[in-house]
C-alpha cells in the first residue's frame, strides 16, 4: 500500500479527519477513558453489533438500502452507511475474520472500529507533499510504489498495516517466514493488497479474500459486495445534468491525450489487473529480469494515464462534481 496526500478529487476522496476524531471520542467515552488497545473499545460495540446484523438478517435488504438511501444522503459514508452503521459493520466484520482465524489455528485480535477507520483515512495523508505533486511523481502510487510485501511489512503509515493494528501486525512478525505465508493467505487470500480498512475505503471487495472475505459475506449484503456498486450519495451527484455534461469533456480531454477512460475511477482496476499478471504479487527483488522490465513499463504508463486524467479531471469534471455536492449536502 501507499500514502498519497490529502485531496478533494473523485479520485482520492476528502479526508475524514473530523469523523475521526469523534468517532475515536466516542470510544473513549463509552470505555470509560482507560485502555488503549486493539480491542479495548471493540468489545461492547461487536457484540451490539453481532445482535444489530442478526436482527438486520431477517429483513429484507433491498428495503434496507432503500431506507438508507432516502435518508440524509448527505451523512451517508462508505456503501451507503451511516457512520453508526459503518462502525457497527466493521466491529462485527473484525469480529468475525477474530473467529475465522482461530478455527483455522492462527491468533488475530479482533481490531477496534476507530483504528480500522484510521486505516481507512492513511491513505489520504503525505506530509508536505501537495496532491498535485504526488501525482506527477507516482501517479496513484499503485505500480510506482509497488515492492510486493506483506501488508504487515509495509510503511507502518500505510491503510493496510494501520487497518490491521498493532497487536496482529506484531502477531505477524513473530511468525517464521513459511508461517507468515500461510496466515496472510488464511487472513486476505489470493490478494494481500485488500485488508478490510482498504477495501471498506474503495468500495470494492472484488480482492478480498480467506477470513476478511468470510466476514465480509457475513456482515455486508449482496449489493454492497457486487463490483457494480455505485454509493447512493455519489449517483445522485453523476445523475444531475450538469455532472454528466462534464464527463462527457472528461472523455473528450482523455481521449485527445490517448487514453480511454470513462471515469477517473477506471484507472485503478486497469493497473491492477496489469500490475497482477507481471508480479503476480511476489516482491520485486524475486522478479525475473523480463518481469522487472515490464514493471517498469507499467510504472510509467501509470504516470502517464495518472496524470492526463488528473489534468482532465480539475479542469472540467471536478468543479462541477463539487457545486453539485455543495448543493445537494452543504449544511
Known amino acids: 500500500m501507499q500514502l498519497i496526500p490529502q485531496t478533494t478529487s473523485s479520485v482520492f476522496q476528502p479526508m475524514k479527519v473530523l469523523a475521526l476524531v469523534l468517532i475515536i471520542s466516542l470510544l473513549l467515552a463509552a470505555c470509560g477513558g482507560g485502555g488503549s488497545s486493539d480491542t479495548a473499545a471493540a468489545e461492547p460495540a461487536a457484540d451490539n453489533a453481532s445482535s444489530s446484523n442478526q436482527a438486520a438478517a431477517a ?8 431506507d438508507s438511501a432516502d435518508g440524509a444522503q448527505g451523512d451517508l459514508h462508505e456503501f451507503g452507511l451511516t457512520m453508526e452503521q459503518l462502525l457497527q459493520n466493521i466491529d462485527a466484520a473484525e469480529k468475525q475474520i477474530a473467529q475465522c482465524m482461530s478455527d483455522a489455528g492462527f491468533e488475530y485480535v479482533a481490531v477496534d472500529s476507530a483504528t480500522v477507520y484510521k486505516g481507512m483515512s492513511a491513505d489520504k495523508i503525505l506530509p508536505g507533499v501537495t496532491e498535485e505533486q504526488f501525482i506527477a511523481q507516482y501517479g496513484l502510487g499503485i505500480s ?22 498493532e497487536q496482529n501486525v506484531a502477531i505477524f512478525k513473530n511468525l517464521a517466514p513459511a508461517d507468515q505465508i500461510a496466515y496472510n493467505h488464511t487472513l486476505l487470500g489470493e490478494y494481500s493488497d485488500a485488508p478490510l480498512a482498504v477495501a471498506i475505503e474503495r468500495e470494492d471487495f472484488s480482492r478480498t479474500g480467506g477470513c476478511t472475505r468470510t466476514a465480509v459475506d457475513q456482515v455486508f449484503s449482496e449489493n454492497q459486495r457486487s463490483v457494480s456498486y455505485v454509493n447512493p450519495k455519489d449517483q445522485k451527484i453523476d445523475e444531475d445534468p450538469r455532472v454528466v455534461a462534464a464527463q462527457a469533456k472528461y472523455v473528450d480531454c482523455v481521449k485527445a491525450a490517448g487514453f480511454d477512460l470513462s471515469d477517473p475511477s477506471d484507472i485503478r482496476p486497469i493497473i491492477t489487473e496489469r500490475l497482477d499478471e507481471i508480479t503476480g504479487g511476489a516482491p520485486v ?3 525475473s529480469a523480463d518481469a522487472q522490465a515490464k514493471l517498469k513499463e507499467l510504472q510509467a504508463y501509470e504516470l502517464e494515464i495518472t496524470n492526463a486524467s488528473f489534468s482532465c479531471e480539475s479542469e472540467h469534471l471536478q468543479p462541477v462534481r463539487e457545486e453539485v455536492e455543495n448543493e445537494l449536502y452543504a449544511g
Open 285 to 287: 527483488e524475486t522478479l
Open 144 to 165: 510506482t510504489l509497488y515492492t510486493g510485501a506483506a501488508p504487515q511489512l509495509s510503511d507502518p503509515n500505510s491503510p493496510a498495516n494501520i487497518g490491521l493494528g
Open 59 to 66: 429483513e429484507d435488504e433491498e428495503a434496507e438500502e432503500t
